[in-house]
């Protein structure tokens, strides 16, 4: 059984940094893509970047282009998302997501997801 805990959320003030870690159990993830997902108050879940457990080919999202980097720790079993020069558009509730293979980003594609951590970005 795949579980996902993410942690790492917070309150913080545009301009700010936070890094979100999410810890994997129920293992092994070879051939696993892994990716971090956001859902703000009344919108859709949206895939914000993905890393493949091998090798390690990342994705990101157009928003956080540049300001975001995700990375893997194998063995730790643990996904990171560490996030820099947040904006108020960045508030959201943060998952964490595992395929088993490849996957359309797309929230759909992906089988197993962590309970949420809530981001909080004043300006």
């Known amino acids: 059984q795949v579980q996902l805990v993410e942690s790492g959320g917070g309150l913080v003030q545009a301009g700010d940094s936070l890094n979100l870690a999410c810890v994997l159990s129920?293992?092994?993830?070879?051939?696993?893509?892994m990716a971090w997902f956001r859902q703000a108050p009344g919108g859709d879940r949206e895939f914000v970047a993905s890393?493949?457990?091998?090798?390690?080919?990342?994705y990101y999202a157009d928003a956080v282009k540049g300001r975001f980097t995700v990375t893997r720790d194998s063995a730790k079993n643990t996904l990171f998302l560490q996030m820099n020069t947040l904006q108020s558009e960045d508030t959201a509730v943060y998952y964490c997501?595992?395929?088993?293979?490849?996957?359309?980003?797309?929230?759909?594609?992906?089988?197993?997801w962590g309970q949420g951590t809530q981001v909080t970005v004043s300006s």
């Open positions: 129920g293992g092994p993830f070879s051939g696993y893509v």
């Open positions: 890393i493949s457990w091998t090798p390690g080919t990342k």
């Open positions: 997501a595992a395929s088993p293979g490849p996957a359309r980003l797309v929230a759909g594609s992906f089988r197993y």
